[in-house]
């Protein structure tokens, strides 16, 4: 089996026998908007990140180093696994690397919890509101998670809150999801693979939030659509 390697043309996206994966953190942007895909990673449009995505990226780094401070014990997932089925014992992971070229995604789980009876695959963000978007990017997280590691326990999502450690939103993972999340997927596999085009929001406040509308790089931007009606 081949190793995966980087796309030459399309940026985050890595090929694996012959198949496109492409980062987790996409099925969350196509739930707010699949144009910004198109943009930043097809059509190779450059944007400054946010002040809140800088936040974001130390706050991740400094949760792995404290992390890794505390960490004892070493090992890889299917040992953590039979241990935590065997000893009755619980197991943290942090910042896991998943690549499942069968699902068609990549990405870094920021924390994996192994029960005894299930595996709760945990997504850090600010703030205590699940949107549809960081659901969709968690159920990726469990099914990659699935197709490398295959636990045959169920396996949970949770959003918590990356300030207060609260745990927003938790659901075990179904085969309704699943079914659901192949759709997401397989649009967004379509627009690499120039199958179909990236819709545009329909929603004009996203667009005024958005960075791409707001360092003037989009050309479908409804907020600019408003503004130049003015
Ligand atoms: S400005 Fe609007 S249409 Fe353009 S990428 Fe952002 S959200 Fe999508």
């Known amino acids: 089996m081949e190793e995966a390697v980087w ?3 399309i940026q985050g996206v ?3 026998d012959g198949k496109n994966i492409f980062p987790i953190s996409w099925l969350s942007r ?9 943009l930043e990673n ?5 944007v400054w990140d946010t ?3 800088v936040t974001g990226t130390k706050k991740h780094e400094k949760l792995f180093e404290e992390h890794k401070e505390k960490a004892t014990e070493e090992g890889s997932v299917e040992e953590f696994l039979e241990r935590a089925r065997k000893e009755k014992v619980s197991f943290v992971l942090r910042e896991l690397r998943v690549i499942a070229p069968e699902t068609g995604l990549h990405g870094s789980i920021d ?5 005894p009876t299930y595996v709760e695959i945990i997504d850090d963000k600010p703030g205590d509101t699940a949107w549809p978007g960081n659901i969709r990017q968690i159920w990726g997280y469990c099914l990659a ?15 918590r809150n990356r300030d207060t450690r609260n745990r927003a939103w938790t659901e075990r993972m179904t085969p309704e999801h699943e ?6 997927i397989d649009r967004v596999r379509g627009i690499i693979s120039e199958e179909r085009e990236a819709e545009p929001t329909a929603q004009a406040n996203k667009c005024r939030k958005c960075r791409f509308h707001t360092q003037g790089k989009c050309d479908r931007s409804l907020a600019l659509a408003a503004n130049q009606h003015i």
């Open 51 to 53: 002040k809140e995505m």
């Open 7 to 9: 796309h030459q043309s």
């Open 145 to 159: 998670f699935r197709e490398c590691h295959g636990p045959d326990i169920p396996v949970v999502g949770t959003m």
């Open 179 to 184: 079914q659901a999340m192949k759709e997401a």
């Open 42 to 46: 097809i059509k190779g449009v450059k």
């Open 30 to 38: 196509q739930a707010y908007c699949e144009y910004q895909i198109f």
């Open 14 to 16: 890595m090929v694996k």
């Open 111 to 115: 924390e994996v919890v192994i029960n």
